[in-house]
């Protein structure tokens, strides 16, 4: 006889007690447990009865309010978290030497990462001669029997295991299948109608029937992209036909589906599959989920995918659509947090790392991406961010089954920004011109890029001509500056040079033409103003005031582009703000859908005036030392190839101002621009000639009523407001 004394016992960080003496009696072949209690709270778990090898003998083991969250250490690693109670009672006999067993359990409120399953009711028996098992499993959820599976499992010994089991489901919670399709699909949602045969073995089941899907929601594991479908699939052999499945996105994107899914391997599903997509949401991923290129993607095109699930092939042929943000990191340096595959271990710990395999070992992806201007590319590089839209016709994005990755393709850059950084203090944003190329031959750090980005500052002109040696005849005015960066060659280790522009004041080009250019003056120069924010007046100069007024111009501005970069990112919309500086400052508000763009600007002429200053405040009434300007931008066409302008601007040169050379002096504009691109100049000679020749032979009568059209407008579609 041995007796447990009440005792604590911890069981996965909990704790369990043993509260009254357990005997447990060694007989002759057989062991009796007597009172064996184990609780937690109201949890109980107990044990009576027999362990032998005589199917005569019972062992009963009784869960009362046994919380199945206590279950979560076996579950989570299919990514499952359960709740809910469970109780009733599993008899096993001949325990020792062929055990059956008569289960009658059920979970009170049963859910699976807080979605509620139901309650459930288990039924099951084994014989001890181990030759058929009988279940019945059913689950009651908001009073209707969301699912019930009956039959027998045969445990024939010389014809093998034979399954017969029908499988009813009415409006089932999908999430119940997630543990078997976790490798591919995850975050499912929505509810699953079946009307299944289960047939076959256990090693090689068959299932035949038909499969509705209800609102359910899925996250493809690769491309983490959520989606929603409503259809009714059939089932053959465990193959499920798909026929122009529709799949929606959260932004009401969508996409048809037809091909088959094989189960009959169920740990490696073959998918045989096109989608064809219509501004589907494509790619959903960061930089820890594929750290060779991300972000979001929406994209109309052709999508198939062939294979199993660990080797598939996937051929892509699609455009981008509208709010697609693509990220290529080509940068080396990163975050330790940033990579999900690095552990910390004790040096003390001699056990040796198990390499975890890979869920998606043999992917193999060849991408053909017809980028427009919609699609925002960002290509992050050790000396700072590159973000622009753009175009790019033939795009080839290339992945082996052995992760080598490789583009091909040019991207010709329309508008975009370089913020250039410097150990996280300097922060510089540069307006990327019109015209830049990137080009990828292979290797994307490898790629060429040839392209003009403008840093502009409202700064004294006069410590430029000190420079040069000369005396400045405007005085220490404020000036606009655009330095020019031309960055060229490689996109890791480019060729970079520098311009000077002056677009308020051309003369001053012409002054310091010279000067300028010397490749030594105007480098020194441009890295002065990039970082200074002011012209180095050269020798002779205090060095402790050029030194503090760097400090100060890099912190204030690394804080203003941070402010800047907050907004921009934030849920305002259609609304941009841009404080350079202290005395520089301008928003802009985009208005029917983007068609009508409003930009203001707001600086100091003289760079003595503060815009934070209660004595300039904009709500103060000392706004004279400040100037403002305005800018008005209407698209007539949708697409901007007619655009009207109108702007309220300061006459910066004295030239013309003969009315009061002291203050400053405003002039109105107003235009109206016309814009076609071409690819090429042949296109643009074909349509010149063309036109030429439509022009010659139009008829002499025409209809008087008649509109008359633009010159490039007869085999378009334009549209007025």
Do not use: C
């Not at 994005?397 to 913020?419: A, C, M, P, Q, V």
């Not at 009434?621 to 300061?650: C, H, M, P, W």
């Amino acid at each position: 006889l041995l007796t447990l004394l009440p005792s604590d016992v911890i069981l996965e960080h909990q704790s369990w007690r043993i509260p009254q003496n357990v005997q447990v009696h060694l007989l002759d072949g057989k062991t009796k447990v007597d009172g064996f209690a184990l609780s937690n709270g109201q949890q109980v778990v107990k044990i009576d009865g027999f362990i032998s090898d005589n199917p005569e003998d019972k062992l009963k083991v009784n869960f009362t309010k046994f919380s199945m969250h206590t279950l979560d250490q076996l579950t989570k690693a299919s990514g499952i978290l359960l709740g809910g109670t469970l109780n009733g009672d599993v008899i096993i006999t001949g325990i020792t030497k062929t055990p059956g067993v008569d289960a009658q359990l059920g979970i009170d409120t049963l859910n699976m990462n807080k979605t509620l399953v139901g309650n459930v009711k288990i039924v099951s028996s084994l014989d001890n001669e181990r030759s058929e098992a009988k279940v019945k499993l059913n689950i009651l959820n908001r009073g209707l029997e969301t699912l019930n599976i009956g039959g027998t499992y045969a445990l024939g010994k010389e014809a093998g295991d034979k399954l017969d089991f029908d499988v009813k489901m009415n409006q089932t919670e999908a999430i119940i299948f997630e543990p078997f399709i976790k490798e591919l699909i995850s975050d499912v949602k929505g509810t699953v109608s079946t009307n299944l045969k289960l047939t076959g073995t256990a090693l090689k089941p068959q299932l035949n029937g038909d499969i509705t899907l209800n609102n359910t929601g899925l996250t493809v594991n690769y491309l983490k992209t959520a989606y929603t479908v409503n259809d009714k699939l059939t089932v053959t052999n465990s193959v499920v036909s798909i026929d122009k499945m529709i799949l929606k996105d959260t932004h009401n994107g969508q996409g048809t589906v037809t091909g088959k899914v094989d189960l009959n391997n169920l740990s490696n599903p073959d998918i045989e599959a096109v989608l064809t997509a219509k501004n589907l949401m494509a790619l959903n991923t960061t930089f820890k989920d594929n750290h060779l290129y991300f972000g979001t993607a929406y994209s109309t095109g052709r999508f198939s995918f062939n294979g199993p699930v660990d080797n598939m092939k996937i051929d892509i042929k699609a455009s981008t659509e509208a709010g697609t943000v693509f990220n290529i990191p080509l940068n080396t340096s990163s975050t330790v947090g940033d990579y999900d595959f690095i552990k910390f271990v004790s040096h003390n710990d001699t056990a040796k790392a198990v390499a975890k395999p890979r869920a998606f070992n043999g992917v193999t992806l060849n991408f053909d991406l017809t980028v427009d201007e919609k699609t925002t590319v960002k290509i992050t590089t050790d000396y700072g961010v590159l973000e622009g839209t753009g175009q790019a016709k033939n795009l080839n994005l290339r992945i082996n089954s052995l992760g080598d990755f490789d583009i091909f393709g040019d991207f010709l850059i329309t508008s975009g920004k370089f913020e250039f950084t410097a150990k996280n203090f300097i922060s510089k944003n540069f307006t990327v011109n019109q015209g830049g190329t990137i080009r990828w031959t292979g290797n994307p750090a490898n790629a060429e890029i040839n392209l003009n980005a403008i840093y502009e500052v409202r700064t004294d002109i006069s410590n430029l001509y000190t420079a040069a040696g000369l005396q400045s005849p405007k005085g220490s005015e404020q000036v606009l500056v655009q330095a020019e960066l031309i960055i060229t060659k490689s996109l890791i280790q480019p060729n970079i040079d520098f311009d000077f522009n002056f677009p308020t004041d051309p003369s001053i080009k012409d002054d310091l033409g010279t000067y300028l250019a010397d490749n030594n003056n105007r480098s020194q120069q441009a890295l002065s103003i990039i970082v200074r924010r002011n012209f180095a007046p050269g020798t002779g100069s205090n060095l402790t005031n050029q030194v503090l007024g760097t400090a100060g111009s890099a912190v204030s501005e690394f804080a203003f582009n941070k402010l800047n970069s907050f907004i921009s990112q934030s849920n305002i919309k259609n609304f941009d703000l841009n404080i350079r500086s202290f005395n520089d400052a301008s928003a802009t508000v985009r208005l029917l859908h983007q068609r009508l763009v409003l930009n203001g600007n707001v600086f100091s002429n003289t760079g003595n005036s503060n815009l934070f200053n209660t004595g300039t405040n904009l709500l103060n009434s000392n706004i004279n030392n400040l100037t403002t300007d305005f800018e008005g931008q209407y698209l007539i066409r949708k697409d901007g190839s007619l655009t009207a302008r109108y702007s309220y601007r300061v006459l910066n040169t004295t030239t013309l101002n003969t009315i009061d050379q002291l203050s400053a002096q405003y002039v109105n504009g107003l235009g109206l621009v016309y814009q076609r691109d071409f690819d090429s100049i042949g296109e643009f000679l074909r349509n010149f000639f063309r036109r030429q020749r439509n022009n010659n032979n139009t008829p002499a009568t025409k209809n008087p009523n008649a509109t008359p059209a633009l010159p490039d407008e007869q085999n378009e579609n334009d549209d007025y407001d």
